[in-house]
């Protein structure tokens, strides 16, 4: 145990940790990963510039760069960067209304993108500000990743018909039908089938070859590989272009070079909205990625480092002419599954993809659009999150709606307003639970120390003495409730002269709640009858000292609630007048 404790990685804790200790015994995990991921996202690479409206190649230049620029500055030993479907897509909707795909300013808009995006995260990882994470819960993102991928769904769709986009209406697309479509059509349905038989039962059957389940798994996740080089076999046996079936095109040779041209500060601001919500986007999606592969090697990632890391990433994407850029999941599972230790592996893909660019990516020319279309369906449909959908419905219908209005916003009203409808719907459905603040009456568990609701369990109370715990804080949107819940427990209980309550889970009393707990007091004191507080937590009471109602109008402040009931339920007997002072 100790032996493998000992080989395993640096942690987050030191920027360049993994490069100053690096150690031999590593070395083969990342080569083989480093192989093998570098392949297994060229044809991803190139689908996602085609989702993002951008010539294939861009994808290829947006692979290489990111990741070695992730490799310096991030914080997790085995997330993979580069172009992901939920990237592209944003790319496409963000940048639609600003120029037209396909074009110079369109690709230059991309570029600049980036380049935007890795500076706010760059930025935002110099001023600590991964905390940023936690303002999109997780019915948020799941939401929108959802209806993003539902979108991708659409848009690939056609491509898989030979269509350059949906019909006006089924009597359109038939009397337009022709041999053309039914080629494109049979080559799509048959990758399709390909590939879903090889994510879902491909590992299984070559395990039952004799290959071991990592081996297995490995070239199951090759298979679009396959799909790509058959594709562009079969082309340049049958010329498929003359036969209508719509290609990639030219693709042209070598690495990509530094691109630096400035668009007008108009069109700069134009994309300062857009350039925000994919950074945090994208920040989200690739911590939870990096969150989860940690855990699996009992590793830690630094947000803020990966704030560093994808703003790197992005800064590279853009030098280098690609798109925005984050962690994938898929490219990610198969780095970690290949034996991947450090980032090296990285750095070891971004070579690879660097060779095929200056050697055979020509021949990528003659690869089927909906080859690339297939490879993007198989990828997103998975995003679908119906599941979480399903959990969040049984457990929490607020966190339900979230999820579902998110992905709903996203389909009908687009990216920017279905994040923003989400974010609103998650506020909206906490200060509703605040604002419905349990309050219970609890009695003391016979012959213990522990205090529990008397609706729930069998109790012992004490005469006169009414104990309420509040379970919430309490703050401006719950201050009726709670007075409301105090007021009917005193009608339940008429014989009530001391009141207690218990604090134990409050955090914070804002001012309209130290206004209402004020009145509340002064009304009970013109029925005789004193306020008590207990288990006042530490920061509440730093708050609470310096008023007048904590100095004035409380009777007494007991550390727990069973000193407070020791002490209350006698103090009648002893002293039946009370001032109220």
Partial sequence: ??????????????????????????????????????????????????????????????????????????????????????????????????ATAGSADYL???????????????????????????????????????????????????????????????????????????????????????????????????????????????LARLAPILVVVLGVVLTLLADLPSHGVPVVGEIPAGLPALVWQTPDLSALRSLLLPAALISLVSFVESVSIAQSLARRKRQSIDPDRELLGLGAANIGAGLSGGFAVCGGFSRSSVNIEAGANTPLAGVISALVIGLILISIAPLFAWLPQVVLAVVI??????????????????????????????????????????????????????????????????????????????????????PHLLALRIDENIFFANTKAV?????????????????????????????TGLDMLSELTEGLRERDIRLHLAEVKGPVMDQLQHTDWIRQQIAQVFPSTDIAFNTLGKVRDHAPEHSGE
């Fill in 1 to 98: 145990m100790s032996q493998d404790l000992r080989l395993q990685p640096p942690g987050s804790n030191a920027l360049f940790g993994w490069m100053r200790h690096y150690r031999r015994a590593w070395l083969a995990g990342d080569l083989t990963a480093g192989l093998v991921v570098g392949i297994m996202i060229i044809p991803q690479s190139m689908a996602y510039a085609m989702l993002a409206g951008l010539p294939v190649q861009i994808g290829l230049y947006a692979s290489i760069l990111p990741l070695i620029g992730y490799a310096l500055l991030g914080s997790s030993m085995t997330l993979s960067v580069g172009p992901v479907a939920v990237t592209g897509l944003m790319t496409a909707t963000l940048l639609a209304p600003l």
């Fill in 108 to 218: 230059q808009l991309a570029i600049w993108l980036a380049l935007l995006s890795g500076g706010m995260l760059l930025a935002f990882g110099l001023l600590r500000l991964g905390f940023l994470a936690n303002f999109l819960s997780h019915p948020v993102i799941s939401g929108f990743i959802s209806g993003a991928a539902i979108l991708i769904v659409l848009s690939q769709l056609p491509k898989m018909l030979g269509l350059a986009a949906w019909p006006d209406d089924p009597l359109t697309l038939s009397s337009s039908w022709d041999n053309s479509n039914s080629l494109v059509f049979a080559m799509g349905l048959t990758a399709l089938c390909w590939l879903i038989y090889a994510r879902s039962r491909l590992a299984a059957h070559l395990g039952a070859l004799g290959l071991s389940a990592t081996v297995a798994g490995l």
């Fill in 377 to 462: 369906l198989v990828a997103v449909v998975p995003l679908i999150d119906l599941a979480s959908l399903r959990r969040a419905w049984r457990y929490d219908r607020a966190e339900g709606l979230t999820l579902l209005s998110t992905a709903a916003g996203v389909l009908v009203l687009g990216i920017e307003a279905g994040i923003v409808l989400g974010v609103c719907f998650a506020i909206v459905a906490q200060l509703w639970r605040g604002s419905r603040p349990h309050v219970a009456v609890v009695g003391r568990v016979p012959d213990t120390h522990y205090f529990r609701n008397t609706k729930r369990h069998l109790v012992e109370t004490e």
């Fill in 483 to 511: 007075e409301q819940a105090i007021s009917q427990a005193l009608a339940e209980y008429p014989d009530t002269r001391e009141v207690l309550l218990i604090l134990s889970a409050v955090n914070h009393i804002d001012s």
